[in-house]
């Protein structure tokens, strides 16, 4: 097992170093003049190339490389071009109001779709499976961010019980409650797809776990139903939603550029968008290698979760 | 919607002879798959014959009729730049469709193949592929489609291009997840043991066993394309805006919704559900009749 953790690590420092040096290339080569694009017409061309030289935007691609690869395992992620603040500063300003935001919506997502679902499986074919089954399919067939501009619409445009953007209200304490009622929209909004498809996905593996024999010889050998239920069945029909959660964990750290940018959440999502519009190269690559990271980290662990859901799948060992 | 008749102990069950008539079948007893098939058939139509039906020019601005709400001259209302909603949604449902359909052939093809290699094969092969798949996905959605528009010029076929390398890693992981349950079990064993390839093993013996999830995908996949693409176009990255798509006709809609002009966003939002429920039941269905 710890050799098997060891390799996997490195295996991760390996595609984290192929993903910036693929990241740190395309970006460079893409068009589009960061100096240009943050100074505009004010400046003259010989003072754009003297903003790009400051920068270190007229090396050779490979030396501009090695000089950020160095910096950067000094935990030095070079400074945004927009205000001149080092990437770090700016990174770990706006990633707590993304956690927020992403961790309400996964804990949104997982409490709702596995109870919805297991409930529906339970009694497949009556008239609550099918209404959560035509519920969950409409919700998964619709733009969330066009939902959550009907629900801006409705809850803040029409009844105003909602605001409908920030993280709190610009004046006046931002209090619990102000900061809850800011919430509520996004995060419902973000977890509407996660929700409907871990409805789809435990309510299916449910479903077939449930008709197996060893199921009926658990109830046969007089086991109350739940332990049946949590402990037999739902095991086995954990895998898909392992890894459903396991793809939500970037997303956990790198936000929703469009859930962010409707609803104005001051997170990692809208700072992507706007770093990608003005081509901020060092925010972009810090960004890119922070989520590539927690990516690589998510993907182990739902490996891990694997082997203790199913233990017929084992990691490192010999076949028998 | 699901109407299937459940035998307490359904399972797949090899099919017999003549198992597509069959399929066929059952998927035509399927009312709810069946009528969702329908509606996607008659919104190909609309979108195949837009020139023909169209009651104005996509891109036909008329400054004296500009955000009317529906009446009249204008079934569905006009937009900001008073061009008409109904007339754009018809010719936006041929760039929507072509975009979501060619993406996910993309990315289904290359998903599965991974998956099942990935997940049977093991070892220095499966490391190196989900490695990738890894380093893949650790790149956001947004770094792609840079990347994409460094290499194409702006067109639908970004979109594709983005969709297409985004969405296939999903699928890789949950049939590699499948696979590796599958390949411990005594059917893939004893195969196994009477010397049959590897390359038969994988496709006459794995594939159908992850079918499930690949049909779920695959469907789920083109609802999934059409919201991707609607999403890219409403941040200002996706289709370009001279070109009208469901996406990019949402992209003012949020302004336009905060002035109370509530139907430049929900008409687009409505044929978007539409059309990817549709095509959401009819997997729902064509996965029942696979199963029978």
Same mark, same amino acid.
């Given at each position: 097992?710890?050799?098997?953790?060891?390799?996997?690590?490195?295996?991760?420092?390996?595609?984290?170093?192929?993903?910036?040096?693929?990241?740190?290339?395309?970006?460079?080569?893409?068009?589009?003049?960061?100096? &240009?694009?943050?100074?505009?017409?004010?400046?003259?061309?010989?003072?754009?190339?003297?903003?790009?030289?400051?920068?270190?935007?007229?090396?050779?691609?490979?030396?501009? +490389?090695?000089?950020?690869?160095?910096?950067?395992?000094?935990?030095?992620?070079?400074?945004?071009?927009?205000?001149?603040?080092?990437?770090?500063?700016?990174?770990?300003?706006?990633?707590?109001?993304?956690? +927020?935001?992403?961790?309400?919506?996964?804990?949104?997502? /997982?409490?709702?779709?596995?109870?919805?679902?297991?409930?529906?499986?339970?009694?497949?074919?009556?008239?609550?499976?099918?209404?959560?089954?035509?519920?969950?399919?409409?919700?998964?067939?619709?733009?969330?961010?066009?939902?959550?501009?009907?629900?801006?619409?409705?809850?803040?445009?029409?009844?105003?019980?909602?605001?409908?953007?920030?993280?709190?209200?610009?004046?006046?304490?931002?209090?619990?409650? @102000?900061?809850?009622?800011?919430?509520?929209?996004?995060?419902?909004?973000?977890?509407?797809?996660?929700?409907?498809?871990?409805?789809?996905?435990?309510?299916?593996?449910?479903?077939?776990?449930?008709?197996? @024999?060893?199921?009926?010889?658990?109830?046969?050998?007089?086991?109350?139903? +739940?332990?049946?239920?949590?402990?037999?069945?739902?095991?086995? &029909?954990?895998?898909?939603?392992i890894t459903l959660v396991g793809l939500f964990i970037p997303r956990l750290v790198g936000g929703s550029g469009v859930v962010e940018t409707l609803f104005s959440w001051p997170g990692m999502g809208r700072l992507m968008v706007e770093a990608a519009f003005a081509r901020n190269y060092p925010v972009l690559m810090g960004e890119i290698i922070?989520?590539?990271?927690?990516?690589?980290?998510?993907?182990?662990?739902?490996?891990?979760?694997?082997?203790?859901?199913?233990?017929?799948?084992?990691?490192?060992?010999?076949?028998? | 919607?699901?109407?299937?008749?459940?035998?307490?102990?359904?399972?797949?069950?090899?099919?017999?002879?003549?198992?597509?008539?069959?399929?066929?079948?059952?998927? &035509?007893?399927?009312?709810? &798959?069946?009528?969702?098939?329908?509606?996607?058939?008659?919104?190909?139509?609309?979108?195949?014959?837009?020139?023909?039906?169209?009651? +104005?020019?996509?891109?036909?601005? @008329?400054?004296?009729?500009?955000?009317?709400?529906?009446?009249? @001259?204008?079934?569905?209302?006009?937009?900001?730049?008073?061009?008409?909603?109904?007339?754009?949604?018809?010719?936006?449902?041929?760039?929507?469709?072509?975009?979501?359909?060619?993406?996910?052939?993309?990315?289904?093809?290359?998903?599965?193949?991974?998956?099942?290699?990935?997940?049977?094969?093991?070892?220095?092969?499966?490391?190196?592929?989900?490695?990738?798949?890894?380093?893949?996905?650790?790149?956001?959605?947004?770094?792609?489609?840079?990347?994409?528009?460094?290499?194409?010029?702006?067109?639908?076929?970004?979109?594709?291009?983005?969709?297409?390398?985004?969405v296939w890693l999903g699928l890789a992981r949950i049939v590699r997840g499948q696979v590796l349950s599958l390949r411990e079990r005594e059917f893939i064993v004893a195969a196994r043991a009477v010397g049959v390839p590897t390359s038969r093993i994988i496709a006459r013996h794995l594939l159908p066993n992850v079918a499930g999830p690949v049909i779920v995908f695959a469907t789920l996949g083109v609802a999934d394309?059409?919201?991707?693409?609607?999403?890219?176009?409403?941040?200002?990255?996706? /289709?370009?805006?001279?070109?009208?798509?469901?996406?990019?006709?949402?992209?003012?809609?949020?302004?336009?919704?905060?002035?109370?002009?509530?139907?430049?966003?929900?008409?687009?939002?409505?044929?978007?559900?539409?059309?990817?429920?549709?095509?959401?039941?009819?997997?729902?269905?064509?996965?029942?009749?696979?199963?029978?």
């Amino acid at each position: 097992m710890t050799t098997y953790l060891t390799g996997r690590v490195g295996q991760g420092i390996f595609v984290l170093l192929v993903v910036s040096i693929l990241a740190f290339g395309l970006l460079h080569l893409a068009p589009g003049d960061p100096a &240009a694009l943050l100074y505009g017409p004010d400046l003259s061309a010989e003072e754009l190339k003297a903003v790009r030289t400051a920068w270190g935007l007229e090396d050779p691609l490979p030396v501009q +490389y090695v000089r950020w690869l160095s910096r950067f395992i000094q935990l030095d992620f070079g400074r945004s071009y927009s205000d001149g603040r080092p990437v770090r500063d700016v990174i770990f300003e706006r990633l707590p109001a993304t956690l +927020y935001l992403t961790v309400s919506a996964l804990g949104i997502a /997982v409490v709702f779709g596995v109870t919805v679902g297991i409930i529906s499986a339970l009694r497949p074919l009556s008239w609550l499976d099918y209404a959560v089954t035509t519920v969950s399919t409409v919700l998964y067939s619709a733009p969330n961010f066009w939902l959550g501009l009907l629900l801006v619409l409705v809850f803040s445009v029409w009844l105003g019980w909602l605001p409908s953007a920030g993280m709190h209200s610009v004046r006046g304490p931002a209090s619990p409650g @102000d900061r809850l009622a800011h919430l509520v929209l996004p995060a419902f909004v973000l977890s509407l797809r996660e929700v409907a498809s871990l409805i789809r996905y435990t309510r299916a593996g449910m479903i077939e776990v449930l008709g197996q @024999d060893y199921i009926r010889l658990a109830r046969a050998k007089g086991l109350p139903e +739940y332990r049946v239920v949590l402990d037999h069945a739902f095991r086995n &029909a954990a895998l898909p939603v392992i890894t459903l959660v396991g793809l939500f964990i970037p997303r956990l750290v790198g936000g929703s550029g469009v859930v962010e940018t409707l609803f104005s959440w001051p997170g990692m999502g809208r700072l992507m968008v706007e770093a990608a519009f003005a081509r901020n190269y060092p925010v972009l690559m810090g960004e890119i290698i922070l989520v590539g990271a927690v990516v690589i980290l998510g993907s182990l662990l739902a490996d891990l979760a694997y082997g203790l859901a199913d233990p017929r799948i084992r990691y490192g060992g010999r076949r028998r | 919607m699901k109407t299937p008749t459940l035998s307490p102990a359904s399972r797949p069950v090899p099919k017999a002879e003549g198992g597509w008539v069959r399929t066929a079948r059952v998927f &035509a007893r399927h009312r709810t &798959a069946f009528l969702a098939g329908f509606v996607l058939g008659v919104i190909i139509l609309l979108a195949l014959g837009a020139p023909l039906i169209a009651p +104005y020019p996509p891109d036909y601005i @008329d400054l004296g009729a500009r955000a009317r709400p529906p009446g009249p @001259d204008h079934l569905l209302g006009t937009d900001r730049l008073g061009r008409d909603i109904a007339s754009r949604l018809l010719f936006g449902a041929r760039v929507s469709l072509f975009v979501a359909g060619t993406a996910i052939l993309l990315a289904t093809a290359l998903g599965t193949l991974v998956g099942l290699v990935a997940g049977y094969l093991g070892g220095w092969v499966d490391a190196v592929l989900s490695r990738t798949v890894d380093a893949l996905l650790s790149m956001p959605t947004f770094f792609i489609l840079v990347a994409v528009q460094s290499l194409l010029p702006p067109s639908a076929w970004n979109v594709v291009g983005v969709i297409g390398l985004t969405v296939w890693l999903g699928l890789a992981r949950i049939v590699r997840g499948q696979v590796l349950s599958l390949r411990e079990r005594e059917f893939i064993v004893a195969a196994r043991a009477v010397g049959v390839p590897t390359s038969r093993i994988i496709a006459r013996h794995l594939l159908p066993n992850v079918a499930g999830p690949v049909i779920v995908f695959a469907t789920l996949g083109v609802a999934d394309a059409i919201l991707i693409e609607a999403a890219l176009s409403f941040l200002g990255l996706g /289709v370009p805006p001279f070109e009208a798509s469901w996406g990019n006709m949402l992209t003012d809609g949020q302004v336009a919704a905060l002035s109370g002009a509530w139907w430049i966003p929900l008409f687009p939002g409505l044929v978007i559900l539409v059309t990817a429920l549709a095509v959401n039941l009819v997997g729902d269905g064509l996965q029942q009749a696979v199963f029978r």
